[in-house]
């Protein structure tokens, strides 16, 4: 009997510790750094333009409101207007958004209300909206994932996710397309 009230008061000073051990207070985890950056410049009425080097405008954009970060190396715009001009020097697609990011590689994030307008009478797209548009301004490359509404002179078509390419004049509609097609009276 006196190995059992040795092992059992062996078991409580062991019990007992764990229980003093398990109510230290730890050091508290450091919390995660939640980064507030800073715009390196800041401009209201923004307008800049492009020039190739033939000395001809290629691309015009403006906003109301920019924030320039170069940490980030992008900037932010409220109520971007971009113009692309066609190798004449004219403009030929004029895109609108409420708000839109601008990359260093000149990708440009557009969201909210995007609309494109194409500016020539030639133009086979008269219109394009929806809420999201990616658009490489250098080779002019544009893709969405959401709700694609476009115009065109002789038909009008819908669907979710676009991939295309303005100069080229392509464009594919990638889930759940449908056109309706307007026929000339003969």
């Known amino acids: 009997m006196n190995r059992q009230t040795l092992l059992f008061g062996l078991l409580f000073l062991v019990a007992l510790a764990a229980w003093q051990l398990g109510d230290i207070e730890l050091a508290p985890q450091e919390t995660t750094k939640v980064e507030n950056y800073q715009p390196d410049f800041t401009a209201k009425n923004l307008v800049t333009t492009r020039f190739n080097e033939q000395g001809k405008r290629t691309e015009r954009m403006e906003s109301q409101f920019a924030e320039y970060f170069q940490i980030l190396e992008q900037a932010t715009f409220e109520k971007p207007v971009i ?90 509609l990638l889930d759940k397309g449908h056109a309706i097609y307007f026929n000339e009276k003969r």
């Not at 601008?102 to 030639?122: A, E, S, W, Y």
């Not at 394009?128 to 509404?149: A, C, F, G, K, W």
């Open 83 to 172: 113009y692309l001009f066609d190798e004449q020097g004219e403009a030929e697609w004029k895109v609108t958004a409420d708000t839109g990011v601008l990359n260093t590689d000149d990708n440009v994030i557009l969201r909210d209300k995007v609309h494109l307008d194409g500016l020539l009478p030639t133009s086979f797209i008269s219109t394009l909206d929806t809420p999201y548009l990616e658009m490489d301004l250098v080779t002019q490359d544009v893709r969405s994932n959401q709700h694609i509404s476009i115009v065109g002179q002789e038909f009008q078509t819908e669907g979710v996710g676009l991939k295309g390419h303005l100069e080229r004049k392509y464009f594919e």
